[in-house]
């Protein structure tokens, strides 16, 4: 099993641009989420999804927009990158089986830098 | 602003030795989790602590609870260079609901 793949893994964005990132799984997880990683920092929640068709806003959702069209996927959207989007990108997901008392499965990252 | 702290925020120890590192939070929660995260890599689940329990072992991981302190511990016992990574608490269930909500981790560096 793949678990949770990102794509891409590295872009580089000048500021004004838009772009989208997929979010992928393949275990039937209802959750789903997108953190950003800046340096030294733990994790921030951008948004969450609690399953298809649903989204929600999370602790920094500015900028950013999400769509959750099909349950193993979730896209996160940058319509107009600003430098201060430039960080590392996760996505998360987790079984809806024990609501909370479930871990999370993260993928490995998308490395996203605005100039 | 981030419900979990950990203390320290770096630690480097030589290889056999313990590591031990902490996190407080600070709203009710349903569980604590413990993930380790390699570098360049997404985060890895190690632990799961619930609010009832105040104790819990996982091979060499050792994780206690006080939810009075709204504090939590991790003990990696007799580690080795593999340890190496940065460590994080999340706060989940309670006041985050589906969510969590983690600590700025801790850099663990096991010396050979």
């Known amino acids: 099993n793949a678990g949770v793949t990102q794509t891409p893994k590295f872009r580089v964005l000048k500021t004004g641009q838009s772009m989208t990132l997929l979010c992928a799984q393949d275990?039937?997880?209802?959750?789903m989420y997108w953190y950003r990683q800046d340096p030294g920092m733990g994790l921030r929640l951008i948004h969450y999804?609690?399953?298809?068709?649903?989204?929600a806003k999370g602790e920094v959702p500015d900028g950013y927009n999400v769509s959750r069209l099909k349950k193993q996927n979730f896209l996160l959207g940058l319509e107009s990158a600003a430098p201060s989007q430039t960080s590392v990108y996760f996505c998360?997901?987790?079984?809806?089986?024990?609501?909370?008392?479930?871990?999370?499965?993260f993928g490995d990252g998308t490395r996203l830098s605005i100039l | 602003s981030q419900q979990g702290e950990e203390d320290p925020q770096a630690l480097s120890i030589q290889e056999g030795e313990n590591a031990t590192m902490n996190c407080s939070y600070k709203?009710?929660?349903?569980?604590l989790q413990w993930y380790r995260q390699n570098s360049g890599r997404g985060l890895v689940h190690l632990i799961l602590?619930?609010?009832?329990?105040r104790e819990k072992h996982s091979g060499r991981l050792r994780v206690t609870l006080d939810t009075s302190k709204k504090s939590s511990s991790l003990l990696i016992t007799a580690s080795r260079a593999a340890d190496t990574a940065s460590y994080f608490c999340?706060?989940?269930?309670?006041?985050?609901?589906?969510?969590?909500?983690f600590g700025g981790g801790t850099r663990v560096l096991v010396k050979p």
């Open positions: 998360a997901s987790r079984p809806i089986t024990g609501h909370s008392n479930q871990p999370q499965h």
């Open positions: 602590i619930r609010s009832n329990e």
């Open positions: 275990m039937n997880h209802e959750y």
């Open positions: 999340a706060a989940g269930g309670g006041a985050a609901g589906n969510k969590l909500t």
């Open positions: 999804s609690v399953g298809e068709g649903t989204t």
């Open positions: 709203t009710s929660i349903n569980n």
